[in-house]
């Protein structure tokens, strides 16, 4: 089990749809503890396999509240089959374009048709944080962000401080190479 570095955005294979997993095996199993190690470790509420550079639909969540136990979560093959009509609107963050923060209206419950993580076929009706999450993730599987349900400017505005973050992280890194 180890814990991934996370792409940050902007990274073309943030953008990628990624691809169907055939069979639950070892190296699946192995892929899902290193998500759910990474996503406790950032810590994040939701964790998605391109987000560390694997192009596999799989995402990993825990939407437990601060005093509850931990639930990990696992989703392989997440298909919506259904969404409410009532709609909710959440502020969204994500591992990927971190300190940044804004409002996205989505359904306010949807159903999901999955495989977990011993391959079993899975239906669950999602609401609240977790149907918020569970929709988030599903659009990184498809190559889609937060900020593409903000408008231009405020894309741009959160593209170009990324920029400045990566560009920031990589002196750092230089630095104590150097050091
Ligand atoms: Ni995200």
């Known amino acids: 089990m180890s814990i991934r570095p996370i792409l940050l955005h902007p990274d ?93 209206t989505r359904p306010a419950s949807v159903t999901l048709a999955y495989l977990d993580g011993d391959g079993s076929a899975c239906e669950e009706t999602f609401e609240g944080l977790a149907a918020t999450c569970v929709q988030h993730e599903i659009d990184h599987l498809d190559g889609k962000l937060f900020i593409d349900y903000l408008g231009p400017v405020k894309r741009q505005m959160i593209t170009a401080k990324m920029k400045k973050l990566k560009r920031e992280r990589a002196k750092e890194k230089a630095e104590t190479k150097n050091a």
């Open 12 to 104: 073309p294979r943030l953008r990628k749809k990624a691809e169907p997993v055939d069979q639950v095996d070892l190296s699946v199993k192995s892929l899902i503890e290193d998500m759910l190690a990474t996503m406790y470790d950032a810590p994040g509420v939701g964790l998605a396999a391109p987000q560390i550079g694997v192009l596999s639909r799989v995402f990993v969540m825990d939407a437990a509240g601060k005093d509850e136990a931990p639930a990990p979560k696992v989703f392989i093959n997440p298909q919506i089959t259904w969404k409410s009509a009532e709609m909710n609107t959440h502020q969204e963050g994500c591992l990927s374009i971190p300190e940044q923060f804004d409002d996205v």
